[in-house]
């Protein structure tokens, strides 16, 4: 499943070919992906314009004039196209092949660009777990938005919001991470990553960074900064490049050459002077993967 910074990569990429766009017709080649598409999909955003399009957690938002919010969901192997009359390919160096069945086609966006370019975005998803789904204007009520956390990006996620969330909680820390009441976006690559950064076992009780002490300050400052470099480090690389994700311009990202300890299980632990070896537990049927030398 794509996490926050492959779905910030997706929306700066459709962004320059998007945002101002107008949306000449939609095209559904299928009822329905995850869901259904809303009732009169395509006529409700033909002729619209798009004013912004944003991102909450992992869903791309398209805020559309006289229309609801558009509310876009990648799923497990939904990626976006972008094609023009002079360019239908899609450029960029694959290291894992992507379908390029037209069959998995199932949604096309017709627009004018700023500028009056026509442009086509094309949503193809093998595995139709993404979905396109419509809330009101602001957002903060539809089921899928109202109940989520605290963005893992810029300060607000500090040590102490992070250790008044995790209060009192038996949990174990990785669990608690990903919990998206809590915090909203993050998923289990960047959490296994920012907890070998931040020097502290998946296994510990989330409640045990928490309280007054000196030390559970020291360790809820320290993870609350790990996971806002690890997620602003893979923006900037451009994501992960799982096997099922790719860029809108057809290219895969990078990311995953910088792990330090996802899927590197029998490999030794990175951190200077460290002699344990990243190891592979299963939490919540997910795969964790740890130094359990380092991270106490």
Not at 64 to 85: K, N, Q, W, Y
Not at 96 to 103: D, G, V
Request: aromatic letters at 8%; proline letters at 5%.
């Amino acid at each position: 499943m794509p996490e926050l910074p492959e779905v910030e990569t997706v929306r700066r990429g459709l962004q320059p070919v998007l945002e101002g766009a107008r949306i000449e017709r939609v095209e559904t080649r299928r009822p329905n992906l995850r869901y259904p598409f809303p009732d009169r999909f395509g006529e409700r955003l033909a002729g619209k314009r798009i004013t912004s399009l944003g991102r909450r957690a992992k869903y791309l938002l398209a805020d559309v004039e006289d229309a609801p919010l558009l509310i876009c969901h990648l799923g497990m192997s939904g990626s976006f196209r972008i094609e023009t009359d002079e360019d239908a390919t899609a450029p960029g160096q694959f290291h894992h092949e992507r379908s390029k069945s037209e069959a998995h086609d199932h949604v096309v966006f017709h627009v004018a660009d700023r500028k009056g370019a026509p442009a086509r975005v094309v949503f193809n998803d093998p595995r139709r777990f993404g979905f396109m789904l419509f809330a009101e204007r602001n957002g903060t009520e539809h089921p899928m938005l109202s109940g989520l956390g605290v963005e893992p990006t810029g300060n607000t996620l500090d040590g102490a919001l992070l250790g008044g969330l995790f209060e009192g909680k038996k949990t174990p820390l990785k669990a608690a991470l990903l919990d998206q009441r809590l915090i909203a976006g993050l998923g289990n690559i960047y959490v296994s990553e920012a907890l070998w950064r931040a020097g502290l076992s998946p296994l510990r009780a989330a409640g045990t960074i928490a309280g007054k002490g000196k030390a559970a300050r020291e360790r809820a400052a320290l993870l609350a900064t790990s996971v806002r470099e690890v997620i602003a480090d893979a923006i900037a690389a451009g994501g992960s490049s799982l096997r099922d994700y790719v860029h809108t311009d057809g290219s895969l990202g990078y990311f995953q050459h910088s792990f330090s300890v996802y899927d590197r299980e029998g490999e030794p632990c990175p951190h200077t002077g460290c002699a344990g070896h990243v190891e592979r537990i299963v939490q919540s049927g997910r795969s964790t993967f740890y130094c359990r030398q380092c991270q106490r």
